[in-house]
């Protein structure tokens, strides 16, 4: 079956969802810490302004990022495990088929 005609069980969904909140969780945990980070480190307008541009485009990433619709979510899920937001514990409840396409996917992701 091609991945994204992938069928998910209502239970599945449920697991892909709290995973995706769970890696969206982790993942802004990290942006609020590294924008900690940097504002400490402002001495100068364009430090400020490099700052502004570093929380553009981590909005504008994480905003597309984050796809629950069902014919998109392995494809997510083996995105945000590639970038090390999840793990296989994370995927705990998924069907071994949907694991082995994921874990093909990150291969070429």
């Given at each position: 079956?091609?991945?994204?005609?992938?069928?998910?069980?209502?239970?599945?969904?449920?697991?892909?969802?709290?995973?995706?909140?769970?890696?969206?969780?982790?993942?802004?945990?990290?942006?609020?810490?590294?924008?900690?980070?940097?504002?400490?480190?402002?001495?100068?307008?364009?430090?400020?302004?490099?700052?502004?541009?570093?929380?553009?485009?981590?909005?504008f990433d994480l905003d597309g990022k984050y796809d629950?619709?069902?014919?998109?979510?392995?494809?997510?899920?083996?995105?945000?495990?590639?970038?090390?937001?999840?793990?296989?514990?994370?995927?705990?409840?998924?069907?071994?088929?949907?694991?082995?396409?994921m874990k093909a996917l990150i291969h070429i992701l």
């Amino acid at each position: 079956m091609p991945v994204s005609k992938t069928q998910w069980l209502s239970q599945e969904m449920a697991v892909a969802k709290t995973a995706l909140r769970t890696a969206y969780e982790r993942e802004t945990a990290s942006v609020v810490q590294s924008v900690r980070k940097k504002a400490s480190e402002i001495s100068h307008i364009d430090d400020l302004w490099q700052l502004n541009d570093y929380l553009s485009a981590r909005r504008f990433d994480l905003d597309g990022k984050y796809d629950d619709r069902e014919e998109e979510v392995l494809f997510v899920l083996a995105k945000l495990m590639k970038e090390g937001w999840l793990t296989a514990a994370d995927l705990d409840g998924l069907d071994s088929e949907k694991l082995t396409k994921m874990k093909a996917l990150i291969h070429i992701l």
